[in-house]
T-cell receptor
Framework: DTAVSQTPKYLVTQMGNDKSIKCEQN?????MYWYKQDSKKFLKIMFS???????INETVPNRFSPKSPDKAHLNLHINSLELGDSAVYFC????????????FGPGTRLTVT | GQNIDQPTEMTATEGAIVQINCTYQ??????LFWYQQHAGEAPTFLSY??LDGLEEKGRFSSFLSRSKGYSYLLLKELQMKDSASYLC??????????WGAGTKLIIKP
């Protein structure tokens, strides 16, 4: 009965590879998000998405792309991984119009070697 | 632009009270939030203030002064499980959340 789930929890890969992180929410929320938490613990939003609009943080490289097969899923695809992509990535969801109370997934720790 | 400042780390004693301060600068404001994040876990929502004053929720209270660009989170009757990072989060005029780096709270017996 997990509200927001992510897979995998840990991902170790080499530079140049392409990888995906999956996110699913069973809360019936309309909006989903991807965040990157760096070593200094800053949480930076990468994308927010509902069935009407994708909002991209303009600082996010275009190697990162969200894919939403349906309202309950927002997957993160990363092409040509770089060392600086190593971080913890959190998926979150909220009711449309209630961006305040976001429910977070457990996070995916990505290590690029 | 926006900026959020909060102490990096604080230490308190079990059973005591601690106040975690947050100051911010922003050109547009739609609310301020506090999230709790235990090490290695996801953030969880604690509180939301959009008007000046104190919001109380059990052992936790949050205060906001918009004119001063200031908020605090007050934790009473501290328990060991309260050891975590506390994130001050600003909602800007575009309804986007701007996250502070967090205050690591260490509770000692």
């Amino acid at each position: 009965d997990t509200a927001v789930s992510q897979t995998p929890k840990y991902l170790v890969t080499q530079m140049g590879n392409d990888k995906s992180i999956k996110c699913e929410q069973n809360l019936g929320h309309d909006t989903m998000y991807w965040y990157k938490q760096d070593s200094k613990k800053f949480l930076k939003i990468m994308f927010s998405y509902n069935n009407k609009e994708l909002i991209i943080n303009e600082t996010v490289p275009n190697r990162f792309s969200p894919k939403s097969p349906d309202k309950a899923h927002l997957n993160l695809h990363i092409n040509s991984l770089e060392l600086g992509d190593s971080a913890v990535y959190f998926c979150a969801s909220s009711q449309e119009g209630d961006v305040a109370e976001q429910y977070f997934g457990p996070g995916t720790r990505l290590t690029v070697t | 632009g926006q900026n959020i400042d909060q102490p990096t780390e604080m230490t308190a004693t079990e059973g005591a009270i601690v106040q975690i301060n947050c100051t911010y600068q922003t050109s547009g404001f739609n609310g301020l939030f506090w999230y709790q994040q235990h090490a290695g876990e996801a953030p969880t929502f604690l509180s939301y203030n959009v008007l000046d004053g104190l919001e109380e929720k059990g052992r936790f209270s949050s205060f906001l002064s918009r004119s001063k660009g200031y908020s605090y989170l007050l934790l009473k009757e501290l328990q060991m499980k309260d050891s975590a990072s506390y994130l001050c989060v600003l909602m800007d005029s575009n309804y986007q959340l701007i996250w502070g780096a967090g205050t690591k709270l260490i509770i000692k017996p």
